[in-house]
């Protein structure tokens, strides 16, 4: 049985017109859709190709795929069953769908789509249209229109030409994407502005197969950009294009297998309509305005994305509801007379059916009472969920003032230690603070492993041989010479939510005070990184703790930071006064003054103090989750063999069974294949 979807939200809907008879499937609905239960719903090949274009292949390959990164010309042939009889000619679909579009293109406010006319444009102009488009797509990818206007607004205007991005310092590439989430999309796109200039001279390829050598592009961008900006009869697919397409032809295929993603691409292959010529002028007129295979490709994301949405689609206002077959047979079966709905008096068998289609599993449906509300929802198949992996991290917010009689309010005097990450993986070029990802384990690391593992790991971070130890200066002089632990405490953990992992912080505040700033390790020669750690030495910076907020750091970052800020300020962490913070502490905390207590000498430096409470893991702060688009790195765990000592398993419900050690390897996300 396939995976079953969650019921939509219950809405008033009017009930559904009476069965079509023009539909060219319409003469097979009462054998495949025959059965009480509906699950099998046994159809032929040809049974979602219902539609035509000269495009359509003329013969039929077995080994299609859809087009993959730098061998899109060497993709097989597209997997397309013979076109069932009286199939309807795409341009029906064409200009149902472009003439819809030309009334609703404009209502989102999109500033990079514009109407142009390809042929009076210059090579400059087309090449500046396609970079717009790149920017637009690329950030357009998991995030909504809404986000994305005012980030590419601002990026056009820092870097308004590909040839400005290839120039540009990464840092402020990463500034000017801070905040959209998936930062390593800003990295592809900086790539891909270099491989422009370096091997193709600033000049965007026209084609989309010319599109897909460049860093960072994959077939969706590339058939984007190639119809959007150069009129190129490309296809793309995305998730809305594919929802549109499994709706349209009811297909009811697994989403991630490679027969299912080869129709979708064959289909949108097949429909994109040519550009008009002189000596080949369109048929569609002036339907779809100066560019048709634009404009009929962004008219299938909008239609996905505002009325063939997921949930509770509008179906009654899609322009294509007379062709939908998911819709025709939503029609058929709400007014299928019950009792020849129970009796399923003489559905063909599978073995009446030639050519009977291998591409669809069951519906998700187990009893007639679910079946008779079969509706377009149930397409496309639901994908199989898989479980968040859970991983753990241990973090160290460091900072340094100059006295400890410095007011805890003054930020402009006090410094934090941030660390760039890779530039590759999570959070890709980001900064952070001192952090290492703590080993799989059933339960959580207890606070003493892992500030031993924040202490070795800072003092790889920072230099403190150039202060005199205690033992080497006297009472009276080391006042002013010592390096001092003046606040060492745990902060509330915060969790964040990417695309694959959900992630706990451990954090804890630590507040050093010293005559001078402690400079930092230079990065070794031949650096030995661990694949846990990602605080690499040399690659720390001090910055004033104003600007810790504007730095280019990730949501988990942010947070902390919060959380930081919350007990800097009288003690309140996670959002609630902190015990013992009352009378006079109170009033200095509302007034913002110094209340940090509790010295330490660099004698037990990063050492437990007695007493202090461990954060509590599930609490109220563990508890805000947010989904949000920081990471799109790829992190995979890979079972290694029993060796004396390693690392435990990651976390199971089956604690009976051993665990397993694993190394833990870290694969960046080149592309949007991913």
Same mark, same amino acid.
């Given at each position: ?19 079509? !008879? ?12 025959? /059965? ?22 003329? *013969?039929?390959? *077995? ?14 042939? $597209? ?21 819809? &579009?030309? !009334? ?37 990818? @998991? ?23 290839? =120039? ?15 930062? %390593? ?21 026209? *084609? ?21 900006? &150069? ?18 032809? /009811? ?50 994301? =909008? ?9 509770? #689609? ?39 059916? =030639? ?13 007639? /009472? ?22 753990? +991290? ?7 003032? #100059?006295?400890? %009689? ?15 990450? $890779? ?8 900064? =952070? &603070? ?32 150039? &202060?005199?130890?205690? %033992?080497?200066?006297?009472?009276? %002089? ?14 509330? +953990?915060? !969790? ?7 992630? *706990? ?22 650096? +030995? ?14 910055? #004033? ?53 509790? @010295? ?60 397993? $050690? ?13």
């Amino acid at each position: 049985m396939p995976p079953r979807k969650k019921a939509a939200q219950a809405v008033s809907r009017p009930p559904l017109p009476p069965p079509t !008879t023009s539909h060219p499937c319409a003469g097979l609905f009462s054998g495949v859709l025959g /059965a009480a239960d509906l699950a099998d719903r046994p159809h032929p090949a040809s049974f979602h190709c219902f539609l035509t274009s000269p495009y359509y292949p003329e *013969t039929t390959r *077995t080994d299609a795929e859809p087009p993959k990164k730098r061998s899109r010309a060497a993709a097989s042939a $597209p997997k397309l069953a013979p076109a069932v009889e009286g199939a309807l000619d795409a341009i029906v679909v064409q200009r149902k769908l472009l003439s819809w &579009f030309d !009334t609703v293109k404009e209502k989102r406010g999109m500033p990079w789509r514009k109407e142009v006319d390809p042929k009076t444009l210059s090579r400059k102009e087309k090449n500046q249209r396609g970079y717009e488009v790149w920017v637009s797509e690329i950030m357009l990818q @998991q995030t909504t229109v809404a986000a994305v206007i005012p980030y590419w607004t601002n990026w056009m205007e820092k870097f308004p030409n590909v040839e400005e991005l290839a =120039e540009a310092d990464p840092e402020d590439v990463n500034a000017a994407w801070k905040g959209l989430g998936y930062y %390593s999309r800003a990295k592809r796109l900086l790539d891909g502005a270099k491989t422009v200039v370096e091997k193709h001279g600033g000049k965007l390829p026209r *084609t989309a197969e010319g599109l897909l050598d460049i860093d960072g592009i994959g077939p969706y961008s590339a058939g984007s950009i190639s119809s959007i900006a &150069f009129a190129a009869r490309s296809a793309l697919v995305d998730g809305n294009v594919t929802r549109v397409f499994s709706r349209l032809t /009811a297909l009811h295929a697994p989403p991630a297998a490679k027969s299912t993603t080869s129709f979708v691409w064959a289909l949108a292959d097949v429909l994109v309509p040519p550009q008009p010529t002189e000596e080949e002028p369109s048929p569609l007129g002036d339907v779809g305005g100066l560019n048709k295979p634009g404009a009929w490709n962004q008219a299938l994301m =909008e239609l996905g994305a505002t009325i063939c949405i997921p949930k509770n #689609p509008k179906c009654d206002e899609c322009p294509l509801n007379d062709e939908c077959l998911a819709y025709a047979e939503a029609r058929y079966v709400a007014h299928r007379p019950r009792s020849a709905a129970s009796a399923a008096a003489t559905p063909p068998q599978p073995d009446d059916i =030639e050519d009977l289609c291998a591409l669809c599993a069951p519906l998700p449906y187990e009893t007639p /009472a679910e079946a008779r509300s079969h509706g377009v929802e149930v397409y496309p198949m639901a994908k199989e969920k898989t479980k968040k992996r859970e991983e753990d +991290t241990a973090v160290c917010v460091l900072e340094w003032m #100059p006295s400890p %009689s410095a007011s805890a309010a003054d930020e402009q005097q006090r410094h934090v230690l941030l660390v760039k990450r $890779p530039e590759k993986g999570l959070l890709a070029g980001l900064f =952070e &603070f001192p952090a290492i990802d703590l080993p799989p384990s059933d339960e959580p690391v207890k606070s003493s492993a892992r500030r031993k593992q924040l202490d070795k790991l800072v003092r790889g971070l920072v230099d403190l041989s150039a &202060f005199p130890s205690l %033992s080497a200066v006297d009472a009276v %002089s080391s006042a002013e010479e010592e390096v001092r632990v003046v606040v060492r405490n745990g902060l509330p +953990t915060v !969790t964040q939510v990417y695309s694959h992992i959900t992630r *706990t912080y451990f954090a804890e505040r630590v507040v050093l005070t010293s005559p001078m700033l402690p400079p930092l390790h230079p990065a070794p020669k031949k650096p +030995t990184e661990s694949s846990l750690v990602q605080s690499r030495v040399g690659h720390a910076v001090w910055v #004033p703790a104003s600007q810790v907020a504007d730095a280019n750091v990730g949501g988990a970052v942010g947070k902390i930071w919060d959380e930081r800020n919350a007990h800097a300020k009288g003690g309140r962490i996670g959002g609630a006064q902190k015990k013992g913070a009352s009378g006079g502490n109170a009033k200095k905390a509302k007034e913002g003054g110094k209340v940090e207590r509790g @010295q330490a000498s660099l004698t037990g430096f990063f050492r437990k103090k007695a007493g202090e409470s461990e954060p509590k893991r599930g609490g109220k702060a563990a508890d805000r989750k947010q989904e949000d688009a920081d990471g799109d790195d790829l992190v995979i765990i890979d079972p290694v063999e029993p060796a004396a000592e390693g690392p435990r398993a990651p976390r199971s419900s089956a604690s009976k069974v051993q665990p397993k $050690p694993y190394k833990r390897r870290r694969i960046a996300s080149d592309s949007e294949d991913e």
